[in-house]
């Protein structure tokens, strides 16, 4: 079994953002020569996920608003805003997950016509965020 990895760098202008790295992942996966295996794509940071979705500007708006909706930034109720303004961007994190595991087969990323990859931002603007994208296989 043969194992492949880059480290994506990218740079985020707002606090809440989607950035859409599927053909950063696919370009991967096709440096790595391995045709069959898995993909995992990992944002090792603790204020942002890896979701999966179409690439709809209307529908990129409609998820940050609920993102928003839903984290609730800047609320008194977090405990973690005592020390920090950012508890919002942690509990999405956690609850969206920092990682998203695809196939590869044939030398392609197994995934549907509108499912690309994003990078959620929910704590930016960030100079430097990461995205480890690891890929496994033959
Ligand atoms: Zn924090």
């Keep these: ?13 707002s606090r809440f953002q989607l950035l859409d790295i599927t053909g950063d992942v696919e370009n991967t996966v096709k440096r790595s020569s391995i045709r069959n295996g898995i993909v995992v794509v990992h944002a090792p940071h603790a204020t942002a996920s890896i979701i999966v979705n179409e690439h709809e500007p209307g529908l990129l708006e409609d998820i940050l608003e609920k993102v928003k909706e839903f984290t609730e930034p800047g609320s ?4 973690h805003n005592r020390i920090d303004d950012n508890a919002h961007a942690h509990i999405g994190s956690a ?12 030398g392609r990323v197994v995934r549907g016509t509108w499912q690309n990859i ?10 430097v965020r990461e995205i480890t994208v690891l890929v496994m296989g033959e």
Excluded at 76 to 79: A, E, G, T
Excluded at 118 to 127: H, T, Y
């Design 1 to 13: 079994m043969k194992v492949y990895y880059e480290v994506l760098k990218l740079n985020t202008t």
């Design 76 to 79: 008194s109720k977090w405990r």
């Design 95 to 106: 609850l969206f997950g920092s990682t998203r595991i695809f196939p590869v087969v044939n």
């Design 118 to 127: 994003f990078f959620l931002e929910m704590d930016g603007p960030r100079s």
